[in-house]
Nanobody, 122 residues
Framework: QLQASGGGLVQPGGSLRLSCTAP????????IGWFRQAPGKEREGVSC????????WYADSVKGRFTISSDNAKNTVYLHLDGLRPDDTAVYYC?????????????????WGKGTQVTVSS
């Protein structure tokens, strides 16, 4: 069961670190994707990491501001959010897909966790 955590309320320009814990998922075999959904908007793919291939992918909207990383020993993937803006406000979810290598984001990932709320407001 995947679990996203680390969300909260932050001022514009601030930072957060989200964590996706994935007990039972060997990160060498699974890609982890981060998605977000704001009220009234469609789900948006944000970032993806394939540890086995050393590949990362970012949406244009977050490129240069968000950084994805993994700690395979802890079965945890992190998403560092810097330079946050009000339009980054959303529920953030992580998901896993077996033997996917993140050439782009894949919305049909098989395993999803509950999300964590990120609110950017002054």
């Amino acid at each position: 069961q995947l679990q996203a955590s680390g969300g909260g309320l932050v001022q514009p320009g601030g930072s957060l670190r989200l964590s996706c814990t994935a007990p039972g998922f060997t990160l060498d075999n699974y890609a982890i994707g981060w998605f977000r959904q704001a009220p009234g908007k469609e789900r948006e793919g944000v970032s993806c990491i394939s540890s086995s291939e050393g590949v990362t992918w970012y949406a244009d909207s977050v490129k240069g501001r968000f950084t994805i990383s993994s700690d395979n020993a802890k079965n945890t993937v992190y998403l560092h959010l810097d330079g946050l803006r009000p339009d980054d406000t959303a529920v953030y979810y992580c998901a896993a897909e077996y033997q996917y290598y993140c050439p782009t984001i894949y919305y049909g990932m098989d395993h999803w966790g509950k999300g964590t709320q990120v609110t950017v407001s002054s």
